[in-house]
Nanobody, 126 residues
Framework: QVQLVESGGGLVQPGGSLKLSCAAS????????MAWFRQAPGQEREFVAG????????YYADSVKGRSTISRDNAENMAYLQMNSLKPEDTAVYYC???????????????????WGQGAQVTVSS
């Protein structure tokens, strides 16, 4: 069982930046692919960014590409999502997810992830 705890959410003005953190409670963190998803009110949960277990490859939704960076620190069992140039449409609850053995073709698939955090609210508003 892996517990994931997100932090770093909050209220930010349009054009601002925010960094989300995800702390994982497992000594085998390096074996998991990690991803961030988000869910806005009335919307389905959607993929934002993903990173393979060794951190060598990253993947982004078109909506955040060029504005966001996913990273991980396997020594600290942490994953991060740096978001810049935030827009009101980025407002959502952001979820951290961990999956073992996630193949490349499923990196954006909710069903590929075994563990989820409780979510962190990000609100972009002036």
């Amino acid at each position: 069982q892996v517990q994931l705890v997100e932090s770093g959410g909050g209220l930010v003005q349009p054009g601002g930046s925010l960094k989300l953190s995800c702390a994982a409670s497992t000594s085998t963190f390096r074996r998991y692919s990690m991803a961030w998803f988000r869910q806005a009110p009335g919307q389905e949960r959607e993929f934002v960014a993903g990173i393979r277990s060794n951190g060598g490859h990253t993947y982004y939704a078109d909506s955040v590409k060029g504005r966001s960076t996913i990273s991980r620190d396997n020594a600290e069992n942490m994953a991060y999502l740096q978001m810049n140039s935030l827009k009101p449409e980025d407002t959502a609850v952001y979820y951290c997810a961990a999956g073992a053995g996630v193949i490349l073709s499923r990196i954006r698939d909710l069903g590929a992830y075994d563990y989820w955090g409780q979510g962190a609210q990000v609100t972009v508003s002036s």
